[in-house]
């Protein structure tokens, strides 16, 4: 069965910090550029980075540069959003996504063709 599967998410204050990690089964990454999308309580979905297959390029959205982190790490058939400077706005569901595009990553929900279930982040006072 082919799937990505994220963990890491959960409650934090403002300021804090979070891991979220994806790890993929039934297929190998590192054939694929790799992305995370964040969709908030009542709005659409954002991407919020992705990274390419070989690691050499990455993406952010303008809300989260200087905060988040995006890594790979294809002997482990795993991605990380390493997410620091939390703020309410932060909050939602993320996903990781993989997909085949160019040999550069780009942040279009449709390019994306394997999605993981999501996982819950909730940045709140």
């Known amino acids: 069965q082919l799937q990505l599967v994220e963990s890491g998410g959960g409650f934090v204050q403002p300021g804090g910090s979070l891991r979220l990690s994806c790890a993929a089964s039934?297929?190998?990454?590192?054939?694929?550029?790799i992305g995370w999308f964040r969709q908030a309580p009542g709005k659409g979905l954002e991407g919020v980075s992705c990274?390419?297959?070989?690691?050499?390029?990455?993406i952010y959205a303008d809300s989260v540069k200087g905060r988040f982190t995006i890594s790979r790490d294809n002997a482990l058939n795993a991605t990380y959003l390493q997410m620091d400077s939390l703020t309410p706005h932060d909050t939602g569901r993320y996903y990781c996504?993989?997909?085949?595009?160019?040999?550069?990553?780009?942040?279009?929900?449709?390019?994306?063709?394997?999605w993981g279930q999501g996982t819950q982040v909730a940045v709140s006072s």
């Open positions: 996504v993989a997909g085949a595009q160019s040999s550069l990553c780009v942040l279009s929900s449709g390019l994306y063709v394997f």
């Open positions: 039934g297929f190998t990454l590192d054939r694929y550029n």
């Open positions: 990274i390419s297959r070989s690691g050499g390029s990455t």
